[in-house]
């Protein structure tokens, strides 16, 4: 690998980061590729923020994401009890290979395809209700309820539990600083009602994607008990998180760039690429999950000791003038194709085909229901989530009907 580094340190300012990431991680880009840096917890990690840096490093075999690779004293990302832990974000070959390929074929293309009727229609009926009234917070009406609906589906939860479910991954996910015993409390939640979950498929098991993972488990003992509830828990909390800041996040950049909007509206058969555009802009993960060197490694220059906390920016990766042309703009004729908003190498997100269409979908039908959609809110007065793990709109406010020019910012 070719490698350099700053050496600076760098402190990491969380409200810089939850308003305008972008500008934080260019300046930190431009001085280096690699920085030391104190994370937001006040513990050490180093930064990686250039594309090539990046996108290499998500694929090398000496960077692991299992924590008992971690040097004491490090930062290690979210804290969770054994039962939810064990999961492909804190695993490595054999182990991630043997769990990913029990899971895979719920996610071929093949299967993804057949959940485009339920989404569409899912997404027909959110739109009915939010089609009552003037305005809506398309967060908690339209990008939030979308993804969390399918799913539920495909993994068994019932429809009753889904509020608490989302409740529980927003605590985890965006901490209240001011209410430390949030997260806390959700994790219990989330353990209780995952046990629950699994004992109830045991004793009347179901077509869905929870109870095959449970017939792996009891009858063909290729799961651990806490890699089944691990597995659980993640293709909950991912599928959904990730999910709702994409489209959210898509929604906002488009209503934000009218004349492309427009262009958009004109042919709608670009979406698809679209979508991979809007992944790269404005992506709902500014950092991939944590790793640790399992031997000491240089990247650009930088010596990274063995065990020490590597952080890889997606969000100044892809906007990295060395490989996107003009990246800091939108541009719906851009072939974002390499955009790493889906990670790469073998954690790529098992998911990603099923969170394109979701987005495709999402996107689709909303502006087809709402051709005169606006901001009803001016830019500067949306509030994102304080998260460095997520990028993602606390609230979105439209207006549904009007016929004024939406608010810009180019």
Known sequence: MTYT????????????????????????????PVHRITGTDGLP??????????????????????????????????????????????????????????????????QIEQLREPIQRTADQLLDAIAADERADLIVSYAAPLP??????????????????????????????????????AVGSMLSFLTQLIADKRTAPADDLLSALIAVRDEEDRLSEDELMSLAFLILAAGYENTVHLIGNAVLTLLRHPDQLAELRDDPTRLSAVVEELARYDGPVPLAIRRFPTEDITISGATIPAGETVLLSLAAAHRDPHRFTDPDRFNIDRDATGHLA????????????????????????????????????????????????????????????????ATTDQ
């Not at 580094?5 to 939850?18: E, F, K, M, V």
């Not at 799913?151 to 889904?162: F, H, K, S």
């Open 148 to 185: 969390i609906t399918v799913i539920c589906d495909l993994l068994g939860v019932a429809p009753a539990d889904r509020l608490d479910f989302r409740s529980w991954t927003d605590a985890l996910v965006a901490p209240d600083p001011a209410r430390p015993s949030l997260a806390k409390e």
């Open 342 to 405: 889906l990670g790469h190498g073998i954690h790529y997100c098992l998911g990603a085909p099923l969170a394109r269409m979701e987005t495709e979908i999402a996107l689709s039908a909303l502006l087809d229901r709402f051709p005169d959609m606006a901001l009803d809110v001016s830019p500067s007065e949306l509030q994102w989530r304080p998260s460095m793990r997520s990028r993602g709109l606390l609230a979105l406010p439209v207006r549904t009907g009007t016929t004024e020019e």
């Open 45 to 110: 990690a180093w930064l990686v923020t250039r594309y090539d840096d990046v996108r290499e490093a998500l694929a090398d075999p000496r960077l692991s994401l299992d924590k008992r690779n971690a040097a004491p004293g490090g930062y290690r990302g979210m804290a969770l009890p054994p039962a939810l832990d064990a999961n492909l974000l804190n695993m490595d070959p054999p182990d991630h290979t043997r769990i990913r390929r029990l899971v895979a074929r719920a996610f071929t293309p093949r």
């Open 5 to 32: 580094t700053s050496g600076r340190q760098a402190p990491i300012d969380p409200a810089g980061l939850a308003d305008d990431p972008y500008a934080v991680y260019a300046q930190l880009r431009e001085a280096g």
